[in-house]
């Protein structure tokens, strides 16, 4: 029998799925943002024994979690897609069954809305307000998901606070910074070396330094330096390899007199200014950095970088132009995205440290983002890649999984079906496994036929072949941002 808990919301009935469960309130604000995949949900729920289409394998083990946002109280001013509290949906599965759960995240500025009773800061799209309590902007953790030390971590891509998150309940244990070690903000997308357990961080802000990178050991000991930026820049992501990280520096930043003016920041693109990438090693300092010029464009994520000889390679989603034309082409849902288009295809840079030669190309001319690989892989070269399918006419949604192979350039894909969308979809390895796509990929998908939702578990190595296993969730599970796969000896260990 399905059973389910609640802490918030509306009365479930077992016998069949959770209401929309939309709070009242986005009735009355006309933003894409807030309704349909996107609209948040009231409630926090638990549901064990899952139905299940098919069967779930018996060596899938360990849990699937997925960060994104969901506001609790309705927006101060024009709201933002990046603005809503963090909330995490997570499935465990464990000999042949899954449960279900979700909850909110509960960061500081969180709580200080809970005891409102209302938001309190207005949001990425502004106007600033430097009065408020910690700054003008919520730190909402609710971007990226990491597995860092055997422990699970939320984080926000404005650079916030490392939240640490009970992989087996869900809660919120609290802000970690390695005993008071770790004072700076940092971005979404800091990774964790897999061989050393290194976790390779960086942040960046409105004012000097523009950007900051750090190591911190497993033993906790801390490495970090400033790095000199020629002003406020909007880097999502970093490149890691044994040796080295790899920094961005895009011409897409805002106008700093405009902001003054205004108390609003619109990043703009700046065809006339190179891209540049910064490697450092990896405890280096910003004298270590060299910068290495290449054509204009934006990045949000990377897939993979590595070393080959003195070549430094970096793999990711370009952008090659992210101006957002609401009134040609790209529509208002797009406009809503604050001046980032999300439009990439999969692109190589190369970056030569023995003669700074530089070269890059295109791999694929395929709009696809939100890429993840085998996590044993990062850092070395990699073989596969699962991406989602951007849809031009609904961007910042999925209705596509794509398995890349970039030894060959092949590629498979998994339509959804008309109407059904996805989630950033993890490599979840096989117990035992060896081999690079040796287990499944899992996604959260959405029918906004009915806005049912369900978990979908795939052969990573034939995702053509469809879903090996559909798990019924009790409830819509809304858009979202990015996941992360921990293994059941992780997940039990704490």
Same mark, same amino acid.
């Given at each position: 029998?399905?059973?389910?808990?609640?802490?918030?919301?509306?009365?479930?009935?077992?016998?069949?799925?959770?209401?929309?469960?939309?709070?009242?309130?986005?009735?009355?604000?006309?933003?894409?943002?807030?309704?349909?995949?996107?609209?948040?949900?009231?409630?926090?729920?638990?549901?064990?024994?899952?139905?299940?289409?098919?069967?779930?394998?018996?060596?899938?083990?360990?849990?699937?979690?997925?960060?994104?946002?969901?506001?609790?109280?309705?927006?101060?001013?024009?709201?933002?897609?990046?603005?809503?509290?963090?909330?995490?949906?997570?499935?465990?599965?464990?000999?042949?069954?899954?449960?279900?759960?979700?909850?909110?995240?509960?960061?500081?500025?969180?709580?200080?809305?809970?005891?409102?009773?209302?938001?309190?800061?207005?949001?990425?799209?502004?106007?600033?307000?430097?009065?408020?309590?910690?700054?003008?902007?919520?730190?909402?953790?609710?971007?990226?998901?990491?597995?860092?030390?055997?422990?699970?971590?939320?984080?926000?891509?404005?650079?916030?606070?490392?939240?640490?998150?009970?992989?087996?309940?869900?809660?919120?244990?609290?802000?970690?910074?390695?005993?008071?070690?770790?004072?700076?903000?940092?971005?979404?997308?800091?990774?964790?070396?897999?061989?050393?357990?290194?976790?390779?961080?960086?942040?960046?802000?409105?004012?000097?330094?523009?950007?900051?990178?750090?190591?911190?050991?497993?033993?906790?000991?801390?490495?970090?330096?400033?790095?000199?930026?020629?002003?406020?820049?909007?880097?999502?992501?970093?490149?890691?390899?044994?040796?080295?990280?790899?920094?961005?520096? %895009?011409?897409?930043?805002?106008?700093?007199?405009?902001?003054?003016?205004?108390?609003?920041?619109?990043?703009? %693109?700046?065809?006339?200014?190179?891209?540049?990438?910064?490697?450092?090693?990896?405890?280096?300092?910003?004298?270590?950095?060299?910068?290495?010029?290449?054509?204009?464009?934006?990045?949000?994520?990377?897939?993979?970088?590595?070393?080959?000889?003195?070549?430094?390679?970096?793999?990711?989603?370009?952008?090659?132009?992210?101006?957002?034309?609401?009134?040609?082409?790209?529509?208002?849902?797009?406009?809503?995205?604050?001046?980032?288009?999300?439009?990439?295809?999969?692109?190589?840079?190369?970056?030569?440290?023995?003669?700074?030669?530089?070269?890059?190309?295109?791999?694929?001319?395929?709009?696809?983002?939100?890429?993840?690989?085998?996590?044993?892989?990062?850092?070395?070269?990699?073989?596969?890649?699962?991406?989602?399918?951007?849809?031009?006419?609904?961007?910042?949604?999925?209705?596509?999984?794509?398995?890349?192979?970039?030894?060959?350039?092949?590629?498979?894909?998994?339509?959804?079906?008309?109407?059904?969308?996805?989630?950033?979809?993890?490599?979840?390895?096989?117990?035992?496994?060896?081999?690079?796509?040796?287990?499944?990929?899992?996604?959260?998908?959405?029918?906004?036929?009915?806005?049912?939702?369900?978990?979908?578990?795939?052969?990573?190595?034939?995702?053509?072949?469809?879903?090996?296993?559909?798990?019924?969730?009790?409830?819509?599970?809304?858009?979202?941002?990015?996941?992360?796969?921990?293994?059941?000896?992780?997940?039990?260990?704490?």
């Amino acid at each position: 029998m399905l059973e389910i808990t609640t802490r918030y919301g509306k009365s479930l009935s077992a016998s069949g799925l959770r209401p929309d469960l939309a709070p009242d309130w986005i009735d009355a604000i006309d933003n894409p943002y807030l309704h349909g995949l996107f609209a948040p949900i009231t409630a926090e729920t638990a549901a064990a024994d899952l139905p299940v289409e098919g069967t779930l394998p018996a060596d899938l083990r360990g849990a699937y979690f997925r960060n994104g946002p969901n506001s609790r109280f309705a927006p101060k001013n024009r709201y933002h897609w990046f603005d809503g509290d963090g909330m995490i949906h997570a499935v465990w599965f464990d000999g042949g069954r899954a449960r279900y759960a979700n909850r909110w995240i509960d960061t500081w500025g969180a709580a200080k809305e809970q005891d409102a009773g209302a938001s309190i800061w207005p949001g990425v799209l502004g106007p600033f307000d430097f009065s408020l309590p910690g700054g003008p902007l919520k730190d909402t953790a609710n971007t990226d998901l990491i597995v860092l030390n055997g422990r699970l971590m939320a984080l926000w891509y404005e650079s916030g606070r490392l939240v640490a998150i009970d992989p087996q309940t869900l809660a919120t244990e609290g802000v970690s910074d390695f005993d008071g070690r770790l004072r700076q903000r940092i971005s979404a997308h800091s990774k964790t070396d897999p061989a050393t357990g290194d976790f390779i961080f960086f942040g960046y802000g409105d004012r000097p330094p523009y950007m900051r990178y750090g190591v911190v050991r497993p033993d906790g000991s801390i490495h970090h330096t400033d790095i000199t930026l020629p002003g406020p820049r909007r880097p999502h992501d970093i490149g890691v390899t044994p040796d080295y990280s790899i920094l961005h520096d %895009f011409p897409v930043f805002f106008d700093p007199a405009f902001f003054k003016k205004t108390g609003k920041r619109v990043p703009i %693109f700046h065809p006339d200014v190179p891209t540049r990438y910064g490697v450092i090693p990896r405890f280096g300092t910003d004298a270590d950095v060299r910068w290495f010029e290449f054509e204009p464009c934006y990045m949000l994520h990377v897939v993979n970088t590595w070393q080959e000889g003195d070549e430094v390679v970096m793999i990711g989603c370009r952008n090659a132009d992210p101006t957002l034309r609401p009134d040609r082409r790209d529509g208002r849902i797009a406009a809503m995205l604050s001046g980032i288009k999300l439009r990439a295809n999969l692109h190589e840079w190369r970056m030569n440290l023995a003669t700074g030669a530089t070269s890059e190309r295109s791999l694929d001319d395929l709009n696809a983002e939100f890429p993840m690989i085998n996590g044993d892989w990062l850092g070395r070269k990699n073989r596969y890649t699962w991406l989602h399918h951007i849809p031009h006419e609904i961007p910042a949604t999925f209705d596509a999984l794509v398995r890349y192979d970039l030894t060959d350039g092949t590629t498979q894909r998994y339509d959804y079906g008309p109407g059904i969308f996805g989630s950033e979809a993890p490599f979840a390895p096989r117990i035992g496994s060896a081999a690079e796509d040796d287990g499944y990929v899992v996604s959260f998908v959405t029918d906004t036929a009915d806005w049912s939702s369900s978990v979908l578990v795939l052969d990573a190595a034939d995702i053509s072949a469809g879903p090996i296993a559909r798990v019924r969730l009790p409830q819509r599970v809304p858009a979202g941002f990015h996941a992360a796969w921990m293994p059941a000896e992780g997940v039990q260990a704490r």
